[in-house]
DNA sequence: CGATAGGTTGACGGTTCTCAAGGGAGGTGG
DNA sequence: CCACCTCCCTTGAGAACCGTCAACCTATCG
């Protein structure tokens, strides 16, 4: 990609917010017009399953991209949410991919980022207990907040308890029940939304507990 | 995607196979080459966790393509097995992707395949009980198996209970007690793993299931 | 016929869910 | 400044789903 290719990629960007907290970023079903790229805040990506249960699929932070999984038909699969103040870069996809078939390397980026999502989906299907699944999104949050530099284990988690137990399919109760065991165990220190991570060495051993005694699916 | 486009991809298929069951595809870590088509037989995708534990992925049918998620990075990151004699078209990724820069038809339906591959990992990810997902997934295979004509009903199962059992995240116990609750109830006639859904209706209506009273994730 | 792989069935226990009630924390109005 | 409300989170008790362990059965094959 060199520097007219990234000209004509800028051209193409259209910086939106700040949205409020609670802000619908696009609904399931609208057409899909456009790929955002998060610039500040959190944002949740969920849909409602036919039975009407509300199912979080992921929380996007700055700098990752969040509408690709429409790429495939001509509407959004999912609804999307600012859970905080948040503000965006949006692009219009068909823009996107038109420019994809001149720049080999956006092309390839493309491919990157929806593979990306593929890996994701599929450790969210893997069967691990709670503890496991808790720990590993703790970690998971920390590595992606820190984007590259030495995570400092300080979190301030955007999200209620509820989306959190939403999306690693628990019960809320399961979710504040193995935050107490994680502060008991001194793994963590956590006040409401702030959580800091005090022994990281043993909380990736919780992440990575084989499925043991399980009940659940 | 015109005449001579078609004619460029024709030239980049190997045909390969027949397979013997059990034969390797491609293994996880293998330098990335190609992607393949299913032309006939079934083939498993799987991966082993760092717990040692094989995880299968999915199961792919004539008609589908496998090793879109490599797409990512240099190197496999799962397995493919053949689970019964299988043939398979071959295509170079590199060159599918320059070709796909010259055709957007391409370069779409290239994106349209990755994006249905998270739709299917967010439905593996779902929470939902293991009856649903037993009877989900016999829904999907028939409809799948039939490609688009009325579907008989009638299926003949490539893989073991336990990789079925191990796809659905259940125990293999569990998936045998489930095709003999459904055939008790005659939602399906079964013999091994030759199956007959004799009441599709009902057998939808378990696959919708609520997670009603859940005990695992 | 013995061996092996795959499938079934039963008993039991555990992880996690549901149901229910009880504490903050933050905001608004008096 | 205090009362009050509303979320959000926590904690407890009991039950449920499903996994583990173990045994047995069946079919295929040499």
New binding site residues.
Partial sequence: MDKRDLRDLHVLVEHVGPLAAGAHIFREGEPFNALAAVRAGTVKTWRVDRDGREQVLGFHLPGEVIGLSAIDGERYPCNADALEPVQLCRFSFTKVATLATRVPGLQRELFRLLSRDIAHAERLAA???????LAAFLLDLSARLSRGNPATGHLR?A???????NY?????????????RFRDDSLLR????EVEITDRRRLEAFAEEP???????
């Fill in positions: 069967d691990r207990p709670a503890e496991a699944r988690l999200m209620p308890r509820a989306d959190i137990a690693l399919r628990l019960a809320p109760e399961t979710v504040s029940r193995l935050f107490r956590v006040r409401g939304r499925p043991g005694h399980r009940a659940g699916s």
